[in-house]
């Protein structure tokens, strides 16, 4: 613990998989006792009350120029899941579009689906695209053999049938629910809103897609371009 602490500083990506574990690397057993929960802690730690620490964006930068995330990169464009495959559908030609983007982190895309699960049953949800790429092998979906549907484990998700809720962060995105303007989501690399209401603007960089399929009920796509890459 005492080396990861020390090396923390010059070689964040080495050490920690995140910046919230870059953070927790800095909380007591003691700031938990008094705050009662780690994302006050986390915030504490943060804002510098624990001592010097990187900001996200330092963080962030210092974790892309690392030679393992240039070498990861670099294996995803001979890797693309959509190579070869003969997309029909829109939405997964959208998706196809927007595959090579998202696994070189120059953008974000979210989808908003509502179809039927496997059971027949109507759900609904949002997913973190780049998150499901690193998560999931999509060969099965771009060539039709295996039907895309949110799931409890994305960002957010109803079942209609059965009401059953759930939600999630992901690699990228921190839904809000508490929010006056209704269900937003926060970005965790630089902290920017994005507003999924139709009737709102989006966000900054960030662009809303209606996409008409013939395989899925209701898709959106909202996209966020990430200028710094």
Request: include cysteine.
């Amino acid at each position: 613990m005492e080396s990861r602490k020390t090396n923390d500083l010059r070689d964040p990506v080495s050490c920690f998989k995140d910046y919230e574990d870059y953070l927790d690397s800095k909380v007591t057993p003691m700031d938990l006792f008094f705050l009662k929960n780690k994302k006050s802690a986390r915030k504490l730690v943060e804002h510098g009350h624990k001592g010097t620490v990187l900001s996200l964006q330092e963080f962030e930068q210092r974790k892309a120029a690392s030679p393992s995330a240039t070498r990861h990169h670099q294996n995803q464009t001979t890797t693309l899941a959509s190579s070869g495959c003969d997309v029909q559908d829109n939405f997964l030609r959208a998706l196809a579009e927007r595959e090579e983007a998202n696994r070189m982190g120059k953008m974000t895309s979210l989808i908003f689906m509502r179809d039927a699960n496997t059971l027949g049953q109507e759900v609904s949800g949002y997913i973190d695209y780049a998150h499901r790429l690193q998560t999931q092998d999509f060969a099965p979906y771009f060539s039709g053999r295996k039907k895309l549907v949110p799931g409890p484990s994305d960002l957010c998700y109803y079942n209609w049938t059965n009401q059953v809720s759930a939600s999630s962060c992901s690699s990228n995105y921190e839904p809000i629910y508490d929010h006056p303007d209704g269900l937003l989501f926060r970005r965790k690399m630089d902290s920017k809103i994005l507003n999924v209401d139709p009737k709102c603007d989006p966000g900054e960089d960030l662009r809303r897609s209606v996409v008409q399929s013939g395989l899925y009920a209701h898709v959106v796509i909202l996209d966020h371009y990430i200028t710094s890459v």
